[in-house]
């Protein structure tokens, strides 16, 4: 089983500023990793799928890169309604089975 | 605008069953791979079944295999998760998610649509 590691797991950071987050998969994953934001009762929201493709109508200021083991979500310059908390996905090779990382919690400083 | 509105979630003893729908608008459901995912209270994500879109494969987690069945109805738009020999950790919101068009296992078989999702909770 792939394990998905996320750091760190509390990032505080104040608007304007740009925020770091890491995921790190026990194995190589390729480049099958997807990110998710999700606030506080709300549903999850893709945010970038295949570790750099922004889904449709996510904001450039989100950023995916990686492959194998690591990877990283960028968000160039954080606005107010970014303060949420992120999760990591990956899809094992075969069969296709699917983990989360266990979450950043991203708030304001 | 593609909707995916989930139903079923109850108050159930242990041991008990429970049958999830989905019930999927807004796109061609039959192209789509499908997902559940859950979230324990105050938790994080949890993936716990996906299907073909012809039903022909599905995969588990571990920790329901055995005990919950996903299932499809193409013709009536709609995605089910029978749930049986329930448990307190299976307490959790059970959210339908539409995963990739066409291949699961060329990508990274993201979700790009939720439902709000539906409370399940395990307790005598």
């Known amino acids: 089983e792939i394990v998905l590691t996320q750091s760190p797991a509390t990032l505080s950071l104040s608007p304007g500023e740009r925020a770091t987050l890491s995921c790190r998969a026990s194995?190589?994953?390729?480049?099958?990793l997807g990110w998710y934001q999700q606030k506080p009762g709300q549903a999850p929201r893709l945010l970038i799928y295949?570790?750099?493709n922004r889904a449709t109508g996510i904001p450039a200021r989100f950023s995916g890169s990686g492959s194998g083991t690591d990877f990283t979500l960028t968000i160039s310059s954080l606005e107010p309604e970014d303060f949420a908390v992120y999760y990591c996905q990956q899809r094992s090779y075969w069969p296709p089975l699917i983990t989360f990382g266990q979450g950043t919690r991203l708030e304001i400083k | 605008e593609v909707q995916l509105v989930e139903s079923g979630g109850a108050l159930v003893q242990p041991g008990g069953s429970l049958r999830l729908s989905c019930e999927a608008s807004g796109f061609t459901f039959s192209n789509y791979w499908m997902s559940w995912v859950r979230q324990a209270p105050g938790k994080g994500l949890e993936w716990v079944a996906n299907?073909?879109?012809?039903?022909?494969?599905?995969y588990y987690v571990d920790s329901v295999k055995g005990r919950f069945t996903i299932s499809r109805d193409n013709a009536k738009n709609s995605l089910y998760l029978q749930m049986n020999s329930l448990r307190a950790e299976d307490t959790a919101v059970y959210y339908c998610?539409?995963?990739?068009?066409?291949?699961?296992?060329?990508?990274?078989?993201?979700?790009?649509?939720w439902g709000q999702g539906t409370l399940v909770t395990v307790s005598s």
């Open positions: 295949d570790a750099s």
């Open positions: 998610a539409r995963g990739p068009l066409g291949c699961c296992s060329c990508s990274s078989c993201s979700m790009a649509y």
């Open positions: 194995q190589s994953v390729s480049s099958y």
């Open positions: 299907i073909k879109q012809d039903g022909s494969e599905k």
